[in-house]
């Protein structure tokens, strides 16, 4: 058995966690298998330290100015906005002995080159009673967003004693070191600095036990009938009557689905499009932080892609490309974007065997079929080409306008029409936006569930290059074969519909956005806010004050403004709004289950003030 350095009750010096300060420190334990000591700080944190970590009292010269805390959580009160994890990095302008001083200026140095990865994972905890209660709880006042509460804001994101020596950690070593690299001085004025040193500590999510989508047999229902459903919708779309209680002609055989050449040109398209994502143009910003504290850079060039992938296919129709052949070959499409996300779940899942146990996702379970579908790793990179939020944006979304525009030319050809109906003009017109608005907006995909909490498995994959652009085109592919003449002033409410969806959508996203990124924004001073334990906010009014998920509702009624014009004959157009308002009210409750984890009583209390969920009065 290796021998332990330490005995038990023994006063030592332990390394705080990402910096090369060393505190005053009791050991509790050591546990022989992990080789971790568990040790406790003069101010009651205890963590796990490698022994590497802990060395004798004797090694360290007694520092003549008092001036320096042995507890950590005392001079966390520092009002540096620095991303040094260092808890204990003394505040700007303190007083220091010069020798301390210079000394603890090396290390700090050195702490920069080189920063201790460490694993922080909260020790049991129980939820009510005891310091979780602390934690997540939640002080008792509400306040206006104004500056005098914001100096109060500010001290609680920057001395956050309460909430954190309430919490306990234990330490791991990381597999793997990070090394602190500088961001271009000019990328780093745009990077939006987090405005809370706790999020740095952030404790890593243990893999789930509570499983969402129906578990594994849900997870494995969905992957066999998100392809059978999908298949079922355009089959039934170029029906005469596509009626869904008509029976769905049969699927055509395998050697009738499978075109190389469809093949050939979709692949293309997907690496088309990672070319323009890799072009170095684009401001390069940070995400937001994850388990370990470190950030991901990202560049933002959607909006190029966008324009780019234009020009090409405008100078492609211009040189007489017939984009017909995507419309009369579309299942062949679908077909090769199906086979392509499978493999690329394949190859995800395969490639996060190989990840480090916190680059997962908190999503993932341990479970082979589950985390396939979920997706295990959080954040698949090949070098620094982020898989998933390529995906997100580009092929699939990009795709989608491009799918439109075709209907809107195979609607011309086939009806022989001069020009495209009402009807496939507003379809067309409101999709576009809506991707548009999307690649404009770029940066605020970085905070959604999708980039932040699921990892990129089967389920993103699907969606992201499957489903969106051969799904949400239905409405276009629908116009196509079945003609609906729209009234103006029909058109006239369904654009009201629209822009009415829009603006609450636009509005509430960039609302909170502009509140995460920065709280002090004088623009939000007028809103109320719920303060939470965890240093952020949650607005109270506003439009986060008029329902949970003001952005959803916007959502849904554009839903609905782009179904409507396809008129009321049949179902099939109304697909998108059926089913993305079961996507809505299931993601809603996921990211409830994750807000009340986050916040706790802040959470209850926000609820309490603002009851519906997506639309007011009703749910
Ligand atoms: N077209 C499509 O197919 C789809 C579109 N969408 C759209 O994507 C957008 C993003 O959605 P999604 O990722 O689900 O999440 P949201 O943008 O709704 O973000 C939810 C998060 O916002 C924060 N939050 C919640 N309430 C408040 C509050 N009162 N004050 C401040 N912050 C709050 C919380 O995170 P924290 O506190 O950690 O910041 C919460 O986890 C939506 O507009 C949605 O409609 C989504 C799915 C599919
Ligand atoms: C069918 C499956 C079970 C689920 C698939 C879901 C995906 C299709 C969607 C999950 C979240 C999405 C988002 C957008 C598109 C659809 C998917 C991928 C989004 C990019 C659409 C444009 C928005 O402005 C947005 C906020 C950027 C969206 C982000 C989430």
Known sequence: MPSRKFAEGEVVR?????????????????????????VKYKDGTELELKESDVKPLKSFK?????????????????????????????????????????QADIKEKEARREILQVKLTPLVLKPFGNSINVYNGEPEHMERNDISHKTKQERIILSPEGS???????????????????????????????????????????????????????????????????????????????????????LPALDQ????????????????????????????????????????????????????TSAAVGASLFWGMELHYVYTHFLQFALAAVLFSVLLSVYLYAHSLKAPRDELSPASSGNAVYDFFIGRELNPRIGAFDLKYFCELRPGLIGWVVVNLVMLLAEMKVQERDVPSLAMVLVNSFQLLYVVDALWNEEALLTTMDIVHDGFGFMLAFGDLVWVPFTYSLQAFYLVSHPHDLSWPFASF?????????????????????????????????????HTSTGKSLLVSGWWGFVRHPNYLGDLIMALAWSLPCGFNHVLPYFYVIYFTMLLVHREARDEHQCKRKYGLAWEKYCQRVPYRIFPYVY
């Not at 332990?14 to 300060?21: C, E, F, I, N, T």
């Not at 420190?25 to 568990?38: A, G, N, P």
């Not at 994850?290 to 892609?305: E, Q, S, W």
């Not at 654009?495 to 995460?516: D, E, H, P």
């Open 257 to 308: 689905l499978w075109e190389t050449r469809v093949c050939g040109i979709y692949l293309l398209w997907f690496f088309v499009q990672a070319l323009f994502y890799l072009l170095p143009i684009g401001k390069v910003v940070e995400g937001t932080p994850l388990v370990d504290g470190r950030r991901l850079k990202y560049r933002l060039n959607g909006f190029y892609a966008f324009v780019l």
């Open 14 to 38: 332990g390394r705080w966690p990402g910096s090369s300060l060393y505190y005053e420190v009791e050991i509790l334990s050591h546990d022989s298998k992990s080789q971790l000591y568990t």
């Open 494 to 530: 369904i654009i009201a519909l629209k822009l009415c969806g829009y603006v609450i959508f636009r509005c509430a996203n960039s609302q909170k956005n502009a509140f995460r990124k920065n709280p002090s924004d004088p623009k939000l001073a007028h809103l109320k806010t719920i």
């Open 62 to 102: 007694q520092r003549k100015s008092g001036s320096t805390s042995s507890s950590p959580s005392r001079r966390r009160g520092s009002r540096s906005r620095s991303r040094s994890r260092s808890p204990g990095r003394a505040p700007k302008g303190s007083r220091r002995s010069a020798s301390a001083s210079h």
């Open 164 to 250: 954190y020596t309430a919490t306990q950690y234990s330490l791991r070593p990381r597999r793997e070191e990070v090394k602190v690299k500088e961001v271009e001085s000019k990328e780093q004025k745009l990077v939006p600095r987090g405005p809370a040193p706790l999020e740095t500590f952030q404790v890593t999510t243990p893999q789930r036990k509570d499983l969402e989508f129906g578990g594994v047999p849900g997870a494995f229902l969905i992957m066999l009938g998100l392809p059978a459903t999908l298949f079922l919708l355009l089959l039934q779309c170029r029906q005469k009557d596509p009626s869904l209680l008509t029976f769905p002609p049969p």
